[in-house]
């Protein structure tokens, strides 16, 4: 049973650029969240994609945007990249959004922005 | 709103000695908690939840929390430490916000385990 994958596992940008990431789910999961993490820091939620769409948001800026396609994998895309978003971004998964459901975590992308 | 403070950025014990790691959280609504361990270079991994019920969860690889309302805590031990233990541990609090349950996660503690 395959869990969380996500790729690349790291990436280099220079700043102004443009960057996607991707996630697919743990197997019989449709629900799709990612997390910033700054080093040394805890998660910080970005986002949530169930049924296609974007079901809940955290406190980040619109160049921030997502999708989630039929099959619940999930796509992360960062505009305009900042110094500041220089971060692991990790991808979790759920099978829906319901009350106390555990997630299961990818191992992430490391994202240096130059 | 929900929030989760982790006492002690960093916890170093030795090997076999007993692990404890403090949370205490913060919700309006009966919360939902969870204790994740990251190991360098990974994503997070769920070590045990509480919903409702017995207040003692027992998770993964030996560790144990015990949910105290009166306290607002939620702890996680473990009676003896190994060194596979050394790791960054989350503690995180869920509950009804907007119609969702997004996890809050605490600032992370550095469990250090000394030979």
């Known amino acids: 049973d395959a869990g969380v994958t996500q790729s690349p596992t790291h990436l280099i940008k220079t700043r102004g650029q443009q960057v996607t990431l991707r996630c697919s789910p743990k197997?019989?999961?449709?629900?799709v969240s990612w997390y910033q993490q700054a080093l040394g820091q805890e998660p910080q939620f970005i986002f949530q994609?169930?049924?296609?769409?974007?079901?809940q948001r955290g406190n980040f800026p619109d160049r921030f945007s997502g999708h989630q396609f039929p099959n619940y994998s999930s796509e992360l895309n960062v505009n305009a990249l900042l110094l500041g978003d220089s971060a692991l971004y990790l991808c979790?998964?759920?099978?829906?959004?319901?009350?106390?459901?555990?997630?299961?975590f990818g191992s992430g992308t490391q994202l240096s922005v130059l | 709103a929900q929030s989760v403070t982790q006492l002690g950025s960093h916890v170093s014990v030795s090997e076999g000695a007993l692990v404890l790691l403090r949370c205490n959280y913060s919700?309006?609504?009966?919360?939902?908690l969870f204790w994740y361990v990251q190991y360098p270079n990974q994503g997070l991994q769920l070590l045990l939840k509480?919903?409702?019920?017995?207040?003692l969860v027992k998770g993964i690889n030996g560790f144990e929390a015990e949910f105290k309302k009166s306290e607002t805590s939620f702890h996680l031990t473990k009676p003896s430490a190994h060194m596979s233990d050394a790791a960054e541990y989350f503690c995180?609090?869920?509950?009804?916000?907007?119609?969702?349950?997004?996890?809050?996660f605490g600032r992370g503690t550095s469990l250090i385990v000394h030979p």
């Open positions: 995180a609090v869920s509950g009804e916000a907007g119609g969702s349950y997004i996890p809050t």
């Open positions: 197997s019989g999961h449709d629900t």
């Open positions: 919700s309006s609504v009966p919360p939902y």
């Open positions: 994609y169930y049924e296609e769409e974007e079901r």
């Open positions: 509480y919903t409702t019920g017995a207040t």
């Open positions: 979790a998964s759920s099978f829906g959004d319901r009350e106390g459901e555990k997630l299961f």
